[in-house]
């Protein structure tokens, strides 16, 4: 089932590669910087292939490729033990081809379009850094090796969405994406505390067998699974951009457009789909609330962020909310179990949007970096590659056959339509009723945000390249086709947004034709499922998926209709009318229906006055006033009184050494003989017991001789250290008890009746 | 007996000699233990000679009278040495000690060419007393350990015929004691060079906190003729 | 009276012993009491000298001459502080023209 192979490599060349740039680039280079990125994530690229090649030709359906990572264990704590090693199977497979090729034609991409930024060598550094990061975090073999992937291309995003850190607003977007993550991020990482406590692995090899475990009921009544299941959404909700921390995405546009390509759209974002296929196990758990719950975020997501495209005017802004609302889509697809579909559309889309996002960038190139849409069009005589490949990209996003993103956006229209989530069977007929509702009123959002996407992306290209110019003459003047590298992974995008598709098309078109042919129509979808995730559910009826998948053709012809109308040969006056007509409308998706306004009123104000209060009163008060006065205010007098003795007078010193040598011998012989003649006097009848010395003195330090009679000469000799001693009288009367105590090694004599320091009470015994 | 001695140095030794002495001495046998060894007239005079050496060296105002005192102590020393079998150490106490060390302060008190005006500051007497006092009470304790019956007794035997011998320190050296032997050779080089680096005439010296700044311009041959000695008066004293 | 006639005729390790301490009190009383560098400095001698009488005569009393050795490493290590030390000397002189060490005390507070 696994067979070893050095999977390290695929991590560490771009690791490598982002080490050399960061440390030597600037020394070396922009051509140096190049090569080394550029064939780096390549070697990575290619390595990938080779395993992925292994993977489909050699491995069962559920083989894998394993790699240690670290030797032996990597966190060990007590018996807490945890191992760290690399995984590659069908579902990685996906995600690896996904990065390492669509990374490798970025980075090229990157060559062009930074090729006049001075601070090249730490771009290409963090965007290798990112690489590496990423497929740490797809190759992992356990959820924390994941997520140490997941932190790292949390890092890598907010170096390159700050990269021009000179512009306050880019370090703000940084900061934003940085701090939302976070918030998703702490929920990943309950989602892993609570996995291993309650199931006692975080082993993806394990998942097959958890199932059972997650059932155990936990708290509110609902299995532990679903609760497992949420934290770690929560984390994908941070990451993926889904309501209610999408907010940092559409920011995060501040940032390098090959960057906003990569990391933005293609790859990063779709981590969360990924980790929630690779988890189904857990998102499976019944009653499946967990899913429905995914499913419902991710269409009210994909329908928000679709209507707010419709109005932006910031090219990358509308790309943003674009591939919000496709994460939606995906997260619709993994909610309702067609995780094949969800996963499909995560790599058709990532063709089609870092395509888009390239073109944005080549647009933009052009424009001298203007980003505002109305100040563009009738860039496609100027610029024919960018637009013909971006007439692609559109096709493909909107839905059109046979483009990539028909078959993918159709395979999760189709699942969802299909979806039944399994509750509990204790439900009353109403709320059987309305789960049984539940994946259609998903459908009907998906299908009116297919809608919206169609409509704005095609609005976004007439708006753009067709048309009379807007812009200033200057700008018009400076209008280019981009160079080589960058037009060349424009093209090889467009190729793979037209054919991405071809390999997943929907089994009920593949009647009747060659089996061979037929094979390669519907590899995906046996190459995900059932090996590696459930089958993705499906209508019945054939006449159904027919008539869906019509139907979601036509609602996008619709939107590209309704956006030719409107926005064909420039923006129209109707469009204009149409604005003004639905002004509330329009106001509401123009400022994002205020959710950035919402959280700042009620998490960043709230916050900020509590810091507000931290600062007032905790820092300048009881830090600053209180402790950083008070401490060195008492370690100021204290010194002002030792410091008396650090006079400079080496005589003093010499004294001070023989006064504290004096008192250490003087402690140690007098006062511990002083010790040892105390004691204690009991009678019963004639005996008497005497309880000699400190209970802090160790035996055997002190000899003693003891004068039980008082006549001077000592009854007991050379006694040893005793804590008590016994002696019987003879006969009745007052005797008075001298005890000798003798440090044998400084012959310190002391008795218990001497004159100077004796023995704190006089030892005397009344015996009847 | 003498020309036995020159001829041999090993056999010089006075504890042997005073064993016989001390059996001569008809000292009742059964009052001491078999090995009274130390001719103990020797002992008595060099102890006598070098703790009033010793006193001397502390208490005499001038200078010169103050080394030649502790000469007289090492040479009281190098005695004592002997007596106790380390003739090598005897010779090179007389050689390094009473020889270099000694000539070495004499040239220094001749260079400085200064008797003492005042041997005892009479600030923090108090102080001294206190010092005085602790030092009595640890000697006299010490003392009084050493000298308990009860403490290690003390007698000691006849060294072993090769006790003593150049030979024998010498293979100490050059086995158990050779890393402090190279250690030492380290330190001895490291202390040349620093007497010479510190007590070199220095031709420009930067300005130090405790000069008048104008003084120090008017001093670039160094040396003598600076105010150095009046500013420590500015600096405040006690 | 037996004790002291046997201790006057009959010398042992302890009496070297006295002798050291009083020799080590002598110099450290010599240490705080003096004011001038050069004679702290023979006081210092002093106080080395008594502790290699007590090397050299524990070394005669256990019959082992690693005392010797060591004492040896001793007047080694005297020589150079002597050395250093008078250096010390010169060259304080030559700044503050005395050399009264109750003075040198600018490395107080």
């Known amino acids: ?768 | ?238 | 009276m037996q004790l002291l006639v046997q201790n006057l005729l009959s010398v042992g390790l302890h009496h070297y012993l006295i002798l050291a301490v009083v020799l080590f009190g002598i110099g450290t009383f010599g240490v705080f009491m003096r004011r001038n560098a050069l004679t702290t400095l023979m006081s210092i001698e002093l106080i080395l000298n008594g502790g290699n009488l007590t090397l050299l005569a524990f070394a005669r009393s256990h019959q082992d001459m690693r005392g010797q050795a060591l004492a040896l490493l001793v007047i080694a290590v005297a020589a150079a502080e002597a050395a250093i030390g008078l250096a010390i000397v010169v060259g304080v002189f030559r700044n503050r023209h005395n050399t009264n060490i109750d003075e040198l005390n600018l490395l107080r507070y």
Request: charged residues 15%.
């Open chain 2, 1 to 238: 007996m003498i020309a036995v001695a020159t001829s041999d140095f090993a056999s010089l030794d006075l504890g042997s000699l005073l064993m016989q002495a001390a059996q001569v001495q008809a000292v009742p046998a059964s009052s001491l233990t078999p090995a009274g060894w130390t001719p103990a007239w020797a002992f008595w005079i060099l102890s006598a000679l070098v703790v009033v050496g010793a006193i001397s060296t502390i208490s005499q105002r001038s200078l010169i009278s103050a080394v030649m005192s502790l000469v007289a102590t090492f040479f009281g020393l190098a005695g004592l040495y002997a007596t106790l079998s380390a003739h090598f150490l005897a010779a090179i106490q007389v050689l390094v000690y009473a020889g270099a060390i000694m000539v070495l302060f004499v040239f220094v008190i001749m260079v400085l060419n200064r008797d003492e005006v005042e041997r005892v500051s009479d600030r923090g007497l108090l102080d001294k007393a206190i010092g005085a006092g602790a030092l009595v009470y640890l000697a006299v304790r010490l003392g009084e350990v050493i000298a308990s019956p009860v403490g290690p007794v003390s007698r000691m035997s006849k060294p072993a015929p090769e006790f003593g011998t150049v030979a024998k320190i010498g293979e100490y050296f050059f086995t158990e004691f050779l890393f402090p032997f190279e250690a030492i050779s380290i330190l001895l080089i490291i202390a040349v060079i620093g007497a010479v680096v510190v007590a070199r005439t220095v031709v420009s010296r930067p300005t130090t906190s405790y000069e008048v700044p104008n003084a120090a311009s008017g001093s670039a041959e160094g040396g003598d003729d600076h105010a150095g000695g009046d500013a420590h008066g500015a600096h405040g004293g006690h």
């Open chain 1, 1 to 768: 089932m696994t067979e070893n192979f050095p999977l390290y490599l695929i991590i560490l060349l771009p690791l490598l590669g982002a080490a050399l740039n960061l440390l030597f680039g600037r020394r070396f280079g922009n051509t140096f910087v190049s090569v080394v990125a550029c064939s780096a994530v390549a070697g990575a690229a290619l390595v990938a292939t080779k395993a992925v090649l292994l993977v489909a030709s050699e491995l069962p359906a559920r083989g894998a490729l394993v790699d240690q990572l670290v030797s032996g264990d990597w966190i060990v704590a007590g018996d807490f033990k945890l191992q760290a090693g690399l995984m590659l199977d069908r579902l990685s497979s996906v995600m690896v081809m996904v990065v390492t090729w669509i990374a490798l034609l970025i980075h090229i991409y990157a060559t062009g379009y930074m090729e006049h930024e001075p601070d090249f060598a730490r771009f290409f550094g963090y965007l290798n850094l990112f690489t590496g990061a990423m497929l740490i975090l797809v190759l992992g073999d356990s959820l924390p090796v994941t997520f140490v992937g997941w932190e790292g291309v949390g890092l890598a995003s907010y170096l390159l969405i700050g990269f021009w850190y000179h512009e306050d607003k880019n370090a703000t977007a940084g900061r934003k994406a940085f701090i939302v993550n976070r918030i998703g991020d702490f929920g990943f990482l309950l989602g892993i505390c609570l996995l291993f406590t309650v199931v006692g692995t975080v082993k993806y090899a394990d998942f097959g067998s958890i199932a059972g475990r997650l059932m155990t009921p936990w708290w509110m009544g609902w299995p532990v699974g679903y609760w497992i299941a949420i934290l770690l959404f929560v984390g994908c909700c941070g990451k993926s951009a889904q309501i209610p921390l999408y907010v940092w995405l559409p920011d995060a546009m501040a940032g390098p457009t090959p960057v906003s390509a990569l990391i933005h759209a293609a790859t990063m974002v779709t981590a969360g789909v990924y980790v929630v296929a690779r988890c189904h196990t857990i998102f499976d758990t019944f009653p499946e609330a967990a899913k429905m719950t995914v499913a419902g975020v991710g269409a009210l997501t994909a329908l928000f962020a679709a209507t707010i495209g419709i109005v932006q005017r910031d090219f990358k802004k509308v790309l943003a909310y674009s591939t919000v609302s496709q994460l939606g889509f995906m997260f619709v697809g993994v909610g309702t179990g067609a995780y094949t579909a969800g996963v499909f559309h995560l790599m058709t889309h990532a063709f089609f949007k870092a395509g888009l996002f390239l073109g944005a960038g080549s647009v933009m190139h052009a424009m001298g970096g203007e980003g505002d849409i109305v100040k563009m069009g009738g860039l496609g005589k100027h610029m024919p590659i960018t637009r013909w490949t971006f007439f692609v990209y559109c096709l493909a996003i909107a839905g059109i056959v046979p483009f990539a993103g028909f078959f993918s956006k159709d395979a999760i229209l189709a699942g969802t339509f299909a979806a039944e989530f399994r509750m509990s069977t204790q439900m009353t007929g109403a709320q059987a009723h309305l789960v049984a509702l539940y994946p259609k009123l998903l459908w009907g959002m998906l299908a009116t945000a297919a809608l919206c996407t169609a409509f704005y992306m095609w609005r976004l290209y007439f708006v753009v390249f067709t048309g009379k110019f807007r812009g200033t003459e200057e700008q018009e003047h400076h209008l280019h086709e981009s160079p080589m590298s960058m037009t060349l992974p424009l093209v090889m995008l467009a190729v793979g947004s037209v054919l991405a598709g071809l390999i997943g098309v929907p089994a009920v078109m593949t009647h009747g034709l060659p089996e061979s042919l037929e094979h390669v129509l519907t590899f995906f979808n046996h190459w995900l499922s059932p090996a590696m995730v459930p089958a993705s559910p499906e209508p019945h009826e054939h006449w159904l998926e027919w008539a869906l998948m019509g139907g979601a053709l036509t609602i996008s012809l619709c939107g590209i209709g309704l956006a030719a109308a409107l926005y064909r040969g420039g923006i129209s006056e109707t469009a204009e009318n149409l604005k003004d007509k639905l002004g509330f409308a329009h106001k509401l998706l123009w400022n994002k229906y205020y959710v950035d306004e919402l959280y700042d009123f009620l998490l960043v104000r709230p916050l900020r006055r509590v810091a507000v209060i931290l600062w007032k009163v905790v820092d300048n008060l009881v830090i600053d006033l209180g402790l950083t006065k008070i401490g060195p205010y008492i370690v100021d007098s204290l010194g002002a009184l030792v410091q008396r003795f650090q006079n400079g007078d080496v005589q003093r010193y010499i004294i001070a050494v023989m006064v504290g040598a004096a008192g250490i011998l003087f402690g140690s012989t007098y006062w511990l003989a002083y010790q040892g003649i105390q004691g204690e006097v009991k009678v019963e009848r004639r005996t008497v017991t005497l309880k000699l010395g400190d209970a802090r003195m160790r035996p055997g330090q002190l000899i003693y001789a003891i004068d039980w009679d008082g006549d001077g000469k000592f009854d007991d000799t050379n006694v040893r250290f005793n804590s008590e001693l016994k002696h019987e009288y003879g006969n009745a009367g007052q005797f008075k008890i001298v005890v000798e105590a003798r440090d044998p090694v400084w012959n310190m004599v002391k008795r218990s009746d001497d004159w100077f320091f004796g023995a704190s009470t006089p030892l005397s015994a009344k015996v009847e």
